[in-house]
């Protein structure tokens, strides 16, 4: 418990309460692994926590497939200048983030249901996040058009991180990307530290190149 109280400061109740809530309600609903419960803090809250050290302060953040909540949640308790909106399209998680958030007190968070492909024309945010939701490659073209010019997408990634950046390398093309780089956060917090790939959106184009319609 050393470690959390230190990665979560003040917020540490409320995260405690966020991970007896998932160890509970959240296992019964199917939406977190029985097995995950006595490695919950390390593999799930303190793993998804570190990923605030690269996220500027009162950023407006969208958690791409938010399922039980992580790291949306984690990230709205330990940051609470952030602005977080969960993004997830099952009614049975939707149900259980908003039980979440009413129970928590989280007054910086939103739950959206709907598909992230679904919803471009409702975000313009500065960081947009996910773990094991899609390969980068899919990933990225959901993720880039909520962006704002210059937001970044930060993907929690384990061992295929690189491997999954050079698959993607087509399409970050296509999109004019032209930062993307691997990050670990976390060191000496949490062990192995966690891998984020980081891809920052372009100052033009909301949609991929080549898919733009002609003007004439
Ligand atoms: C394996 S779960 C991971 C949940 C959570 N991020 C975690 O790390 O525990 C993948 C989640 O992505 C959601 N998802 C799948 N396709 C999606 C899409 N197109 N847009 C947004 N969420 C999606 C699923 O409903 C599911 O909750």
Redesign the pocket.
């Known amino acids: 418990m050393g470690m959390a109280r230190e990665v979560f400061g003040e917020s540490l109740p409320v995260a405690e309460r966020y991970a007896e809530f998932l160890a509970d309600a959240g296992v019964v609903r199917g939406?977190?692994g029985p097995r995950e419960v006595d490695r919950l803090w390390e593999r799930?809250l303190i793993n998804?926590a570190v990923v605030a050290e690269v996220i500027p302060q009162g950023a407006q953040v969208v958690?791409?497939?938010?399922?039980?909540?992580?790291?949306?949640v984690v990230l709205a308790i330990v940051r609470p200048d952030l602005q977080v909106t969960l993004?997830?399209?099952?009614l049975r998680?939707t149900t259980f983030l908003n039980e979440c958030v009413d129970m928590l007190e989280l007054r910086n968070v939103q739950v959206r249901r709907?598909?992230?492909?679904?919803v471009t024309r409702e975000f313009a945010v500065d960081v947009a996040t996910?773990?094991?939701?899609?390969p980068l490659e899919r990933l990225v073209t959901?993720a880039l058009p909520l962006l704002r010019p210059g937001g970044e997408l930060l993907a929690?990634k384990g061992e295929r991180a690189a491997a999954e950046l050079e698959e993607a390398r087509p399409v970050l093309k296509r999109f004019g990307v032209r930062t993307s780089e691997l990050l670990q956060v976390g060191r000496g917090m949490v062990d192995p530290p966690t891998t984020l790939v980081r891809v920052v959106a372009e100052r033009v184009p909301r949609r991929a190149k080549g898919s733009r319609k002609r003007s004439s």
């Open positions: 939406l977190i799930h998804c958690d791409i497939g938010s399922g039980a909540g992580l790291p949306g993004l997830e399209p099952l998680r709907a598909r992230a492909e679904e996910a773990r094991a939701v899609a959901w929690l």
